[in-house]
């Protein structure tokens, strides 16, 4: 990671983390905790996805067992929201090693379509979650509270800011670790990895259980911001979304991650804000389209020097 990398990146996240609390309350604030919710299950995507070239789209399955998760602790179980969210998380990872096991020698598109299955498999099982969940009528989600006392708006989105710090510097730091070097190594090539004595079965379960735990805590921060839940929260679109958002950041990038949460979450709500509403899917559609034309490597392609892409490939 470049040195012009990392300025640039910590640029964008203290603006997004700090600065942006301090704008007008209200739907503009919630867009932008609702970026940084996304961009805590970008990380996530990214580092199975980004590090490892496993396309997996569970990622909706692990976001919504956060999100029920915390609203079924904290409303049926009366579990304070914090320890609520990190105990919805520890599920969320719990099912994504059930996942992984029976799918971990699929590759590509025959993993893609495994995972998909569960996708469904976990909308069913939250449609007839009966008064458990609400079943298919949904079901409330707890106001955000901390130590006994109820958050506004601002307060929230500084605590949201404050776990994806947490993320953040997880993240960056695990890319130079040895699970980064060997997520990396699967990446290059499973046989030559193995064949340097890595335990590839143990690094691929890694990688699902931290992007399961990333992805669960997003939808544990995701049901107070919403204050409510449905089995839409397990959908399909969820999922491309979070495949979508690494993609269009940069495969591998952090700072792709925040990229690619704020094109995904933002650029529909622009649209709409300048009255393209009615044509907002197309326009949105062919965005995405030209960005993967001109911008195989990602919109962290912009920020990197012409020789990076040159080094990493």
Not at 110 to 125: K, N, P, R, S, Y
Request: glycine share 12%.
């Amino acid at each position: 990671m470049n040195a012009q990398f990392s300025k640039t990146g910590l640029a964008l996240f203290i603006l997004l983390c700090v600065l942006l609390p301090l704008i007008p309350g209200g739907y503009i604030l919630y867009i932008f905790s609702l970026i940084l919710i996304y961009t805590l299950a970008s990380f996530g995507t990214n580092i199975l996805t980004g590090y490892t070239n496993l396309i997996s789209l569970a990622g909706a399955v692990f976001f919504g067992v956060g999100a029920y998760g915390t609203s079924i602790l904290t409303l049926k179980f009366g579990v304070s929201l914090v320890p609520a969210m990190f105990l919805a998380a520890g599920l969320a990872v719990l099912v994504g090693l059930v996942i992984a096991l029976p799918v971990l020698r699929l590759e590509e598109v025959f993993l893609a379509i495994a995972t998909l299955g569960f996708v469904m498999i976990f909308t069913e099982i939250a449609k007839s979650g009966g008064e458990l969940n609400g079943g298919e009528n949904g079901m409330g989600a707890p106001a955000p509270v901390l130590f006994g006392l109820a958050l506004t708006e601002r307060t929230f989105h500084l605590l949201i800011a404050a776990i994806l710090a947490f993320a953040f510097w997880v993240a960056k730091n695990l890319h130079s670790s040895r699970f980064g070097r060997g997520f990396l190594a699967i990446k290059g090539s499973d046989i030559a990895a193995r064949s340097l004595g890595l335990n590839t079965s143990s690094l691929k379960l890694t990688a699902f259980a931290v992007c399961a735990f990333y992805c669960g805590l997003s939808g544990a921060l995701y049901a107070p911001l919403v204050r409510f839940i449905d089995p839409s929260i397990f959908g399909i679109m969820v999922s491309i979304s979070f495949v979508s958002m690494v993609i269009i950041g940069g495969l591998g990038s952090i700072l792709g991650s925040v990229l690619g949460a704020i094109f995904v979450v933002g650029a529909p709500q622009f649209l709409t804000y300048i009255g393209f509403d009615q044509v907002q899917r197309s326009l949105y559609g062919l965005a995405m389209i030209l960005t993967l034309i001109f911008l195989p490597n990602g919109l962290a392609s912009l920020f990197s020097h012409p020789g990076d892409e040159r080094k990493s490939s």
